[in-house]
Every structure is written in C-alpha cells, then in structure tokens.
C-alpha cells in the first residue's frame, strides 16, 4: 500500500489569506485526487490531479480558488486562495490503490480552520 | 436526492454486539463498491472492496452487496472497542476513480 503523507497537519488560517497543502507519495503515480470533508458531510472530490497536465475539477470548484500544482509522479499541492470561514474543512489527498483499481488510498488530512 | 445515502448516526453498541452499517444509493451504474473507516483525526483507510452483487468475508467484517435493491451493508461480528470510528461507504460506476461517497456512520463499541 502506499505511504501518503501531507503538510501541514492542521492550521488556523485568518479570513482572506492562502495556503498550500502539500502531498507527498511514496512511490510514483499517475493519478492524485485532492477532497473536502466538511463536518458531517460525505467526501467531496475537488479535482484530478494528472502528472504533466492540468487539473480537472469537478462541479463547483474552480482553479482561481483551488489551484493545483502536480510537478512529478510523486508529490501534489493544493492551494486555498482567499479564504473564508466556509473552507473550514479537513482536506485529503488520496491515490488509486494500483493502475486501472478502483479502491483509493488516503493520506491523513489537513484540518483547516479559518476565522 | 443524494446519490449516496448513509445514516450519519452515532451508533453505540456493547463490546461482542454484531454492528450493521447500511448505505442506499440511486444511480444504477455503480458497481464498485467499497468501506472505508475513518479514526479521529485519520484518513480513510479501505476495509473492504466488492464488486457487482454478492458478498464477501475478511476476518470479522462482512460486505454485502444487494444491487436489485441499491442497497448495499457492512456487518462486523465480535465489535470490539477499537472498532470505534467512523465508516464510509463509497461506489463508483468505472474505474475512472469517479467515486461517490456517504456521508459516513460514527460507531462506539463500548467496553
């Protein structure tokens, strides 16, 4: 199974600001997918991140906000851009089990908090 | 309607209770179906994975998987207090990873 782990664990975030949360696999991989998990709330896919080319996001999400970095088959970003309380959220990334698998692999979360 | 649905709980039982996890979905593609559970303050870790209908066993954890009735459940036999968490159901109708997930069932085995 691969070892996913992300930067930074938790952080508290003041309205308007950025962060990057990164993601870092220990093996290579084509595809790294980025989700939010609000409170209660089942996990929502933001986007596919494919090495060498851009992003797909899904329905309600959007670049501006979310910008995605995916520099080699190993290691992901993804960018929060002016936040607002509304992005409170754990933030996870997560890789496919094996090629053509479905099942995925989690990294720990990033619980963000924005006041 | 969501596509998935899960009953978000909590659902306390006693240490050795058979637990019942359910999820109901609408979109009759789906064929891939899995359960994750999550600890505090975890990622999802994969428990189990099904394919199509049917059932499948691994050690106390039993996935089922009724598609005529888009229903599909997650049994655990013995539940024991490090069965506490939250569980995810997730499907999918490919293998494009287009996975659609419940909102997740929060358990507490008390000892």
């Known amino acids: 199974s691969a070892v996913i782990s992300q930067k930074p664990s938790r952080d508290i975030c003041q309205r308007g600001t950025s962060l990057t949360i990164q993601c870092q696999v220990d093996?290579?991989?084509?595809?790294m997918f980025w989700y939010r998990q609000q409170p209660g709330q089942s996990l929502t896919l933001i986007a596919t991140?494919?090495?060498?080319?851009?992003?797909?996001?899904e329905s309600g999400f959007v670049i501006d906000k979310f910008p995605i970095s995916r520099p080699n088959l190993t290691f992901s970003t993804l960018t929060v851009s002016n936040m607002s309380p509304e992005d409170s959220s754990i933030y996870l990334c997560?890789?496919?089990?094996?090629?053509?698998?479905?099942?995925?692999?989690f990294g720990p979360g990033t619980r963000l908090t924005v006041l | 309607q969501k596509e998935v649905e899960q009953d978000p709980g909590p659902l306390s039982v006693p240490e050795g209770a058979i637990v019942s996890l359910n999820c109901t979905y609408s979109?009759?593609?789906?064929?891939?179906f899995m359960w994750y559970r999550q600890y505090s303050r975890k990622g999802p870790e994969l428990l189990m994975y099904?394919?199509?209908?049917g059932n499948k066993e691994d050690g106390r954890f039993t996935a089922q998987v009724d598609k005529s009735s888009k229903y599909i459940s997650l049994f655990i036999r013995d539940s024991q207090p490090s069965d506490s968490a939250t569980y995810l159901c997730?499907?999918?109708?490919?293998?494009?990873?287009?996975?659609?997930f419940g909102a997740g069932t929060r358990l507490t085995v008390k000892p």
């Open positions: 979109n009759s593609a789906f064929q891939y």
């Open positions: 997560s890789v496919p089990r094996g090629r053509g698998q479905v099942e995925q692999f």
């Open positions: 997730a499907m999918s109708a490919n293998r494009n990873n287009d996975m659609r």
């Open positions: 093996s290579q991989v084509t595809m």
């Open positions: 991140a494919n090495q060498g080319s851009e992003a797909t996001y």
């Open positions: 099904t394919y199509s209908s």
